[in-house]
């Protein structure tokens, strides 16, 4: 039972333009999202977080965007350069066992120069 | 130094073989995760460490054995695996907040392990 989705497996974007990485989560508990963003041969990165008494959080270039009633959430990325073509993994955990935290399917975003 | 290492970065074994994959961080961290990646699946959970003690064991078989030697090392040791473990195997280091929420994860790139 796959808690969080990642309903598209891949995306591509030109260059400048915005990429909307959509996930979707069934665990009405998860209050606490991450984003993570992993290249090849490379472990994942930290890219940005969000609690659940917030709606969006802005770091740089990267907005993430919470509703909590359609349990779901979405990574802009604007503007989009060659550099962030990666596996982008949307991740949960709850409050209860905020350790264990339930990471998504994936997408794979191909940003075209 | 924000790096979590993990050696080696593949291993190929039999089924027989006892191995081992060692994971260090220098970051004062005192939480410590073993993940499994399977191809095109996301990362699962395996263990937690917190204070060198082993506070998560998510169900795993007793083949994998994971061992917190002191706050920088981690290791899991392999026994008996079955072809379908082969996998990335990923370590990752936290801070240990007492309580939520959950620190973001410092991952190392993990070890390809091929079991034969």
């Known amino acids: 039972d796959q808690q969080v989705k990642q309903n598209s497996p891949s995306l591509s974007v030109q260059e400048g333009r915005i990429s909307i990485l959509n996930c979707d989560y069934t665990?009405?508990?998860?209050?606490?999202f991450l984003w993570y963003k992993k290249y090849p041969a490379e472990g994942p990165t930290f890219l940005i977080s969000?609690?659940?008494?917030?709606d969006k959080n802005e770091d740089g270039r990267f907005t993430v965007f919470l509703n909590k009633s359609a349990k779901h959430l979405s990574l802009h990325i604007v503007p989009s350069q060659p550099g962030d073509s990666a596996v982008y993994f949307c991740a949960a955990s709850d409050s209860g066992g905020y350790q264990k935290v339930t990471f998504g399917t994936g997408t794979k975003l191909q940003v075209i120069p | 130094d924000t790096e979590v290492t993990q050696t080696p970065k593949h291993l190929v074994m039999g089924m027989t073989n006892k191995k081992s994959l060692k994971c260090e961080q220098h970051?004062?961290?005192?939480?410590m995760y073993w993940y499994k990646q399977k191809a095109k699946k996301p990362p699962e959970l395996m263990f937690v460490y917190s204070y060198e003690k082993l506070s998560i064991n998510e169900s795993v078989p007793s083949r994998f054995s994971p061992e917190c030697p002191n706050s920088s090392l981690l290791n899991l040791h392999l026994h008996a695996l079955q072809p379908e473990d082969s996998a990335l195997y990923l370590c990752?280091?936290?801070?240990?907040?007492?309580?939520?929420?959950?620190?973001?994860?410092?991952f190392g790139s993990g070890t390809q392990l091929s079991v034969l």
């Open positions: 665990n009405s508990m998860f209050d606490y």
């Open positions: 969000i609690s659940s008494i917030k």
């Open positions: 990752a280091s936290s801070q240990r907040r007492e309580g939520p929420p959950m620190e973001k994860l410092f």
């Open positions: 970051m004062g961290h005192r939480a």
